[in-house]
């Protein structure tokens, strides 16, 4: 029963840690990444989509993203939102293709951007320590009802602690790479 639990747990963490990955992805760090655009929601034919849907996005070079629409008159929608979205980029087309030239950070923006990362670092942490909380609280009420032992409750726990620990560990060294990766000139 405890073995259940503690497995539901690791994937529950493991779930938070490719979320924040994820999340992470999308703040710039002067150097192109699709990632910073790919979830960008685009209003097109009367529908929304990520822009991932409507465009084929490539990394030209260091410091210019491209997106080719698969259909040519979405171009606007397209350069729409990404105006409105909060990269603060602006984009340029020649009619077929989407250029994003990203802007290197200022001093000032890269410390702004690290304090996001760190604060999308510490609600991933969150998020790992209420999975524990949960499984902690699944753990005592098995050991309350009798179905298992107050030995086996404690081994649980102890199981239970390591894996957060595994988590929180692997979340900040997820952290610490963006924020190098944010303030790498």
């Not at 690791?10 to 990955?21: G, H, I, Q």
């Not at 990444?33 to 097109?44: H, T, W």
């Not at 410390?111 to 999975?131: H, M, P, S, Y």
Request: hydrophobic share 35%; glycine share 8%; aromatic share 2%.
């Amino acid at each position: 029963m405890t073995t259940e639990s503690l497995a539901d747990a690791e994937s529950r963490m493991k779930k938070s840690t490719e979320a924040l990955s994820k999340d992470l992805s999308s703040i710039r760090t002067g150097r192109a990444n699709p990632g910073l655009v790919e979830d960008i929601l685009v209003e097109y034919g009367g529908a929304t989509y990520p822009m991932n849907q409507l465009a084929q996005i490539n990394v030209a070079d260091a410091r210019l993203l491209t997106i080719q629409p698969w259909d040519p008159g979405s171009i606007p929608d397209i350069e729409k939102a990404i105006q409105t979205s909060d990269i603060g980029i602006m984009p340029g087309n020649d009619g077929k293709l989407i250029r994003l030239p990203i802007p290197a950070l200022t001093e000032e923006r890269r410390k702004d951007l690290v304090r996001a990362v760190k604060k999308r670092v510490e609600e991933g942490k969150i998020a790992t320590r209420n999975v524990r909380r949960d499984v902690q609280d699944q753990i005592r009420k098995l050991q309350k009802d009798g179905e298992i032992s107050e030995d086996e409750a404690r081994r649980a726990q102890g199981d239970l602690q390591k894996t957060t620990d595994r988590a929180v560990g692997n979340i900040e060294e997820i952290g610490s790479r963006k924020e190098e990766d944010v303030m790498s000139v």
